[in-house]
């Protein structure tokens, strides 16, 4: 079974850069889409952002001009470059992967990592 592991979270003051990491655990697939989605206690996921295979992209307004993602293919890594985070960035980030294995498409979620803004 396929596993989403994701790393980067931390403890930021305003201002700040992180930097999120996924990638799944095997290398038996075709990437469909990779991203984030975040979570803050009483309201809804919501995007961040994803990309596709192809390096598509689709970015929230929220934190457009702020936060770039890309994706290694040759690592099948999704990288998440967060900037001039603010305390409203602070959340729970997961990450969201749609991979294509012999039988169709299947989407994964991973874990969580916590991102907190905060002087």
């Known amino acids: 079974q396929v596993q989403l592991v994701e790393s980067g979270g931390g403890l930021v003051q305003p201002g700040g850069s992180l930097r999120l990491s996924c990638a799944p655990s095997r290398s038996i697939y075709t990437i469909n889409t990779m991203g984030w989605y975040r979570q803050t206690p009483g309201k809804e996921r919501s995007l961040v952002a994803t990309?596709?295979?192809?390096?598509?992209?689709n970015v929230a307004d929220s934190v457009k001009g702020r936060c770039t993602i890309s994706i290694d293919n040759a690592k099948n890594t999704a990288y998440l470059q967060m900037n001039s985070l603010k305390p409203e960035d602070t959340a729970v980030y997961y990450c969201n992967a749609v991979l294509t294995a012999g039988n169709g498409a299947r989407e994964y979620w991973g874990q969580g990592t916590q991102v907190t803004v905060s002087s």
């Open positions: 990309i596709s295979s192809g390096s598509r992209t």
